[in-house]
């Protein structure tokens, strides 16, 4: 596998585990207490930390890509073996 297609495959492993991270770990200002701004929606985060939501996202696309290319490498998972309708496709006997 060339660095050019391990480089786009973690950018979009970093994206998506970026985006599925986003929820967890958030506090509104009346779970953590804060008085709100005027105008300030509800569900507005109290303390944001895009730096350490970053880090996260990082660590764990780097992790998920590594297995992806020990996959690609080693042929541990294949189509043939996810393969869920075998038994609809084959010809009765």
């Known amino acids: 596998m060339k660095i050019t297609s391990i480089v786009a495959i973690y950018a979009?492993?970093?994206v998506m585990t970026a985006f599925v991270m986003l929820p967890f770990g958030v506090k509104t200002h009346d779970e953590a207490g804060i008085p709100k701004v005027p105008g300030q929606a509800d569900?507005?985060?109290?303390?944001?930390?895009?730096?350490?939501?970053?880090?996260?996202?990082?660590i764990i696309a780097a992790f998920?890509?590594?297995?992806?290319?020990?996959n690609y490498t080693y042929g541990w998972v294949g189509a043939d073996t996810i393969n869920m309708f075998e038994d609809l496709l084959a010809e009765p006997s």
Do not use: K
């Open 64 to 70: 998920l890509t590594a297995l992806y290319i020990a």
């Open 43 to 58: 569900s507005a985060p109290a303390n944001f930390q895009p730096g350490r939501h970053a880090l996260r996202a990082t």
């Open 12 to 14: 979009l492993v970093w």
